[in-house]
């Protein structure tokens, strides 16, 4: 079960404006309607169970992508909510986060045809087009919830959008990891930059065409490099400096 906190909320409300509007979506001939986010419960992960692991939990909350685009607080509109047997020994580590025993589900129904026809039901109350959203749900909530309904000799209605919002989180999180760097690298203090190398190199082709004339001397080189704006890193910056008074000095004198 994921718990949201308002800063995750307000990524997934950027992710899902962008995506509502996207131009992938606007070529299959409509915008995004509605948004029904996804979660399941299972009695383990896969991985441990050998691909057999069971649905425990299934919740399904829909709101109006209408708001998303306005950038206001969805309001939830519809929710659809089962808890099945699964037929299945839970996990310990299951049914700590969960807190569903096998004790708990003992009088449920298990996941059959009946439960993909409410799912179907519960779908078409939405607008169209629709989209789920599950966090890390390619991984694990999309493949179990195929698989079991599989099992059933069913299928969801067509024309249902799938996304997973963890990749959404991601490529926010580098575009803005990206941005910080350019906005890094304009502020690069000036000794730092391929343009001060070429005044160097300026100063130093002028130096050589003018040595049958009085030379600058090697001091007042000296002064106008340590002159220059000082950067954060004094250290670095200082090393850098000294380094360019010696390049003078050797072409120079």
Not at 151 to 178: A, P
Request: with cysteine; net charge negative.
């Amino acid at each position: 079960m994921i718990r949201l906190n308002s800063q995750i909320l307000m990524i997934l409300l950027k992710f899902l404006r962008s995506l509502s509007t996207s131009n992938s979506v606007i070529k299959m001939g409509s915008e995004i309607r509605t948004f029904i986010f996804l979660d399941i419960e299972t009695t383990g992960l896969p991985f441990d169970e050998n691909n057999t692991t069971k649905i425990t939990e299934l919740c399904l909350v829909a709101v109006q992508a209408t708001h998303i685009r306005l950038g206001v607080f969805p309001r939830v509109q519809n929710k659809l909510n089962f808890c099945f047997n699964p037929w299945k020994l839970i996990s310990a580590e299951a049914e700590k986060i969960t807190g569903l025993s096998n004790s708990l589900l003992e009088h449920q129904s298990k996941f059959s045809a009946d439960t993909v026809e409410s799912i179907n039901s519960f779908l078409n109350l939405n607008r169209k087009p629709i989209c789920l959203v599950a966090h890390n749900a390619d991984n694990f909530d999309y493949p179990i919830l195929r698989a079991v309904i599989n099992k059933t000799g069913k299928s969801l209605i067509d024309g249902i959008l799938c996304v997973d919002s963890i990749k959404g989180f991601r490529e926010l999180y580098f575009q803005e990891c990206n941005t910080e760097e350019s906005e890094v690298d304009s502020s690069v203090p000036l000794e730092f930059t391929a343009t001060y190398d070429a005044l160097l190199c300026d100063l130093s082709e002028e130096t050589e065409s003018g040595l049958s004339q009085k030379a600058p001397s090697v001091s007042s080189w000296a002064t106008f490099i340590l002159d220059l704006p000082k950067t954060t890193n004094q250290f670095t910056s200082s090393r850098r400096r000294c380094s360019y008074v010696d390049y003078l000095c050797r072409h120079i004198g």
